[in-house]
């Protein structure tokens, strides 16, 4: 079964701490994104990659940072946390050709106190 | 831009009714493709289904189906014969097809919580 998986699930981190979320797809997709989901305001795309080391901003991309160094793997970077960057994270990926959806993970609900 | 709006917050059915959700979107494009995703209480979202703007023809899929109206701007989802597994909230999506410098984003809406009752 094909999988995007986030290595965390449940995350608690301090304000200003640099935080670290990992998202890693078995399915050999070109394209990775990164989402963050809060309640009235849907899913609002952060970051995304089309191949290794590419990257592009996405509609909220301030205080937010991503490296993709493999291309399984796409990960997000909090430099500095803050308490409005408590959300929950949705990495999800697909192929570049027209017309797929995407494939989820399961999330990542950060908290930052 | 590009925007997609789901007017409803929150629904609810009763089990084996039929219930619709809304969307609409906003687009110039005239090639693009249509998603609703199902994210339950687990958290993982689900592909429910998928339309091509180009086919006229409603997506169906078992108890699933859309409302496809291409000058309206509308795509909304019908759930038949509602079951209790259906609780979750729904996201509809809009991907523009390749070609227009998308390299593959889908724009989603606010989504809809739909709540079956036994």
């Known amino acids: 079964d094909v999988k995007v998986t986030q290595s965390s699930r449940y995350l608690v981190k301090r304000t200003g701490e640099k935080v670290f979320l990992e998202c890693v797809q078995d399915?050999?997709?070109?394209?990775m994104f990164w989402y963050r989901q809060d309640p009235g305001l849907g899913l609002r795309l952060i970051y995304f990659s089309y191949d290794v080391k590419m990257k592009e901003k996405g509609d909220i991309p301030e205080g937010y940072s991503v490296s993709r160094e493999k291309k399984e793997r796409f990960s997000l970077i909090l430099e500095s946390a803050s308490t409005n960057q408590t959300s929950m994270y949705l990495c999800a990926s697909s192929l570049l050709v027209q017309g797929n959806g995407y494939t989820f993970g399961s999330g990542t609900r950060l908290t930052v106190v | 831009a590009q925007t997609v709006t789901q007017s409803q917050p929150e629904m609810s059915v009763q089990e084996a009714e039929t219930v619709t959700l809304s969307c609409t979107y906003d687009?110039?494009?005239?090639?693009?493709?249509l998603f609703w995703y199902k994210q339950p209480p687990s958290r993982q979202m689900i592909l429910v289904i998928r339309q091509e703007a180009y086919k006229q023809q409603n997506a169906t899929e078992n108890r699933f189906s859309v409302n496809f109206q291409k000058a309206a701007k509308s795509f909304s989802l019908k759930i038949s014969d509602s079951q209790l597994g259906d609780t979750a909230m729904y996201f509809c999506?809009?991907?523009?097809?390749?070609?227009?410098?998308?390299?593959?984003?889908?724009?989603f809406g606010q989504g809809t919580t739909l709540q079956v009752k036994p």
């Open positions: 687009t110039s494009e005239n090639n693009y493709y």
């Open positions: 399915m050999d997709h070109e394209n």
């Open positions: 999506a809009f991907r523009p097809a390749s070609g227009s410098g998308n390299t593959g984003k889908l724009i």
